[in-house]
Nanobody, 123 residues
Framework: VQLQASGGGLVQAGGSLRLSCTGS????????VGWFRQAPGKEREFVAA????????GSTDSVKGRFTISRDNAKNTVYLQMNSLKPEDTAVYYC?????????????????WGQGTQVTVSS
């Protein structure tokens, strides 16, 4: 499956964005999907993940209560709704899927990655 992340952009602090991860060449509904982000000079960090049946987990730290992951299998798309954005949310956001179907926060558990979409939050 090939993944396409979109929806990033430039937004002021306190604003919102909705990222989309769309699958092609496969049914994204067959996979657990995760969102990760990577800021310049930092390691890729887990944001949220959602199972095939819609059970989700999220980072308990920086995004709790602000970011929500959801999926629409009919549209072959997983979303990341980001509210109350902060400058420290600035990063490239990636979506990924894994064959093992585990809800996981580990980069190494994911098998296929999209190209990333840039999110920039200005203060």
């Amino acid at each position: 499956v090939q993944l396409q992340a979109s929806g990033g952009g430039l937004v002021q602090a306190g604003g919102s964005l909705r990222l989309s991860c769309t699958g092609s060449g496969g049914t994204i509904g067959s996979y657990t999907v995760g969102w990760f982000r990577q800021a310049p000079g930092k390691e890729r960090e887990f944001v949220a993940a959602i199972s095939r049946r819609g059970v989700s987990i999220g980072s308990t730290d920086s995004v709790k209560g602000r970011f929500t992951i959801s999926r629409d299998n009919a549209k072959n798309t997983v979303y990341l709704q980001m509210n109350s954005l902060k400058p420290e949310d600035t990063a490239v956001y990636y979506c990924a899927v894994q064959n093992a179907l585990r809800l996981s926060a580990y980069v190494s558990d994911y098998d296929y990655w999209g190209q990333g979409t840039q999110v920039t939050v200005s203060s």
